[in-house]
């Protein structure tokens, strides 16, 4: 149990960073403790928050919530119940009172020098659209969508691991052979497809396209930097585009494939 407690404090360590930034909720949380008469308020942004912590930090809640068939990786999600912004951002105004903009002025100056620069994260960058996705997606997307003279033929597309994320949320009409699933390695699945794309140094085109034809995928998008054993033309691909250093493939024996399933439910529906 000791064990489970500490593991549980490392994660809030990790969250919190213990940094500047979370000196200030720290101190919005003191001074509403004290000074803070409203009930409601006091619920809020005193009492649950302790709540919480204490249940997160308790051995119990993190095996109730294993035993739940969630994934304990993502146990420190409880943490984003608490409302740290809104109790340093309560805390300042309740502090300065009457003089909210200078208390406004304060408080922007201390938060940009307790934090850091965003776009220094690996893991932030700037965006290229309104859709929040690079923009090698949006146009790789409108290539293969489903073409509207025949929206009955359903689009099977295998993707690098780095583009996967983004295709269901900007096009759910292009179905993939995996997903999110097969990158997250507490997982621990399989996938053939999956398998010919990713897991060899060397991309095997051959062994590739007879993976996606199982699966039915007309499209494969290679990276043009990825080292092949051989052209993927050879294997019975045609290219189609090129699109910011992505290699955009159609196989037209799942296209035909793909085609005759459409006309066999039509007129099945018949």
Known sequence: MFGIFMESLVIFKLYTGLKLLFVLTLVSFLYLLVTEKDKTIRQLF??????ILVLFLFPVSRKLFVAMGLDGETYYRVLWTIPMGMITAYGA??????????????SMVLI????????????ISKAE?????????????DLIHPSDADPDV??????????VHFVRQYDSDI???YGREMIASQWDYYNKVHEAMEEGEVLNPEKLVEACREEYCQYII????????GNPENA?????????GYLIYLDPVSQAAAESFAVYYEEDDK
């Open 46 to 51: 005193v009492y649950a928050p302790v709540l």
């Open 93 to 106: 105004v309740r502090f300065t009172g009457r003089h909210r903009r200078i208390g406004l002025l304060v």
């Open 112 to 123: 940009i020098l307790c934090g850091s620069y965003v776009y220094k994260s690996d893991y």
């Open 129 to 141: 659209n309104l859709y929040h996705i690079p923009d090698t997606v949006v146009r790789i997307c």
């Open 154 to 163: 359903q689009v099977t597309a295998v993707f690098p691991e780095k583009l």
């Open 175 to 177: 179905r993939m052979p």
């Open 222 to 229: 290679l990276d043009k930097s990825r080292e092949m054993t």
């Open 236 to 244: 019975g691909l045609t290219l189609v585009e090129e699109i910011d």
